[in-house]
């Protein structure tokens, strides 16, 4: 499984327009194969500031979302959203289970 985990920080200003750009995204990719899970999330106490969390069955369904019409419409968003900084990572995991 490979999980995608990260955030993004934006002009306050572009609040609304980024969750929309979000939301729209997170619609489209729930229904990609091998996508399990797909998040965007606001921190409660700073309305710049975006987290993004994905789960993935492999590599294959990651590249095959890389390259669906709806991320590049979503990439042309963010460049208009005044993004101040972004940090993302890719893990690949080898087992998930709970914590206790």
Do not use: C
């Amino acid at each position: 499984m490979i999980v995608i985990a990260g955030h993004i920080r934006i002009d306050t200003a572009n609040r609304e327009a980024t969750s929309a750009a979000a939301s729209e995204m997170m619609k489209e990719t729930h229904s990609e194969a091998g996508n399990i899970s797909y998040t965007f999330s606001s921190d409660l106490s700073d309305p710049g500031l975006f987290y993004i969390f994905e789960e993935w069955k492999d590599q294959d369904a990651l590249d095959f979302h890389f390259k669906t019409p709806h991320m590049a419409k979503f990439q042309g968003a963010l460049g208009g959203l005044g993004i101040q900084e972004m940090k993302v990572q890719k893990y690949q995991v080898s087992s998930v289970g709970p914590i206790a």
